[in-house]
């Protein structure tokens, strides 16, 4: 398998716009976790499915973000609009309820 | 509120130094305890899972070993390559809602010297 993939992994865009990144989880794997990782606030999880649902997402910081699950191969996290504060590295992770393989990670600018 | 704390937050060491690095928990019921090591522009990466106090996991340079309380990952003679950020996790036994999240700590920075 060639673990979790996400794309774009560098994205810089303009306040205001939407931006959206995407996730394929590793075959077989029934969780899928989003964190954000910042120099001040190390790893934060946002939101995490099983079995495509939705199960927490006490982690999301406003309702400019929101994220989806279509199918068990993918997801993505949509920030819309986009604020300089939101400049991070996002992480993509899955698992089959016990440890988590990350994703190299996007990382987002936002000018 | 699961909590996790690393410390020290940046460790310098010669080549051959051998040191550890320590990681306090505090959760309701501790599901596991994961250690990752994460280098410059990558994610995470999965080193080891602890279950209970007493357990100990082995791998190459690397030792972790847990308690009631907190875990050390034990570095015996380090390499250069060896240095990256470490990163400690737990997962709480729990419901629906947090029984799967991992929760991490700030992380330990080494720095090993040639």
């Known amino acids: 398998d060639a673990g979790v993939i996400q794309s774009p992994r560098h994205e810089v865009t303009e306040m205001g716009q939407e931006v959206t990144l995407r996730c394929k989880p590793i075959?077989?794997?029934?969780?899928l976790f989003w964190y954000r990782q910042t120099m001040m606030r190390g790893l934060e999880l946002l939101i995490y499915?099983?079995?495509?649902?939705?199960?927490?997402d006490s982690g999301m910081p406003e309702d400019r973000f929101s994220a989806k699950m279509p199918n068990a191969s993918f997801s993505t996290l949509k920030i819309q609009p986009s604020e300089p504060r939101d400049s991070a590295v996002y992480f993509c992770?899955?698992?089959?309820?016990?440890?988590?393989?990350f994703g190299q990670g996007t990382r987002l600018t936002v000018v | 509120e699961d909590q996790v704390t690393q410390s020290p937050e940046a460790l310098r060491l010669q080549e051959g130094e051998s040191s550890s690095l320590n990681c306090s928990y505090t959760?309701?019921?501790?599901?596991?305890l994961f250690w990752y090591r994460q280098d410059p522009g990558k994610g995470p990466e999965f080193l080891f899972t602890?279950?209970?106090a007493g357990e100990e996991k082995e791998k190459e340079r690397l030792k972790a070993t847990l308690t009631k309380k907190e875990s050390f990952l034990h570095i015996t003679a380090p390499k250069p390559e060896d240095s990256a950020t470490y990163l400690c996790?737990?997962?709480?036994?729990?419901?629906?809602?947090?029984?799967?999240?991992?929760?991490f700590g700030e992380g330990t920075q080494l720095t090993v010297n040639p």
């Open positions: 959760v309701s019921g501790l599901r596991g």
């Open positions: 992770a899955s698992s089959m309820n016990t440890e988590a393989f």
């Open positions: 075959s077989g794997h029934d969780y």
């Open positions: 602890l279950y209970s």
């Open positions: 499915f099983n079995n495509n649902v939705p199960i927490d």
């Open positions: 996790a737990v997962q709480a036994v729990g419901g629906k809602t947090s029984g799967s999240r991992l929760t």
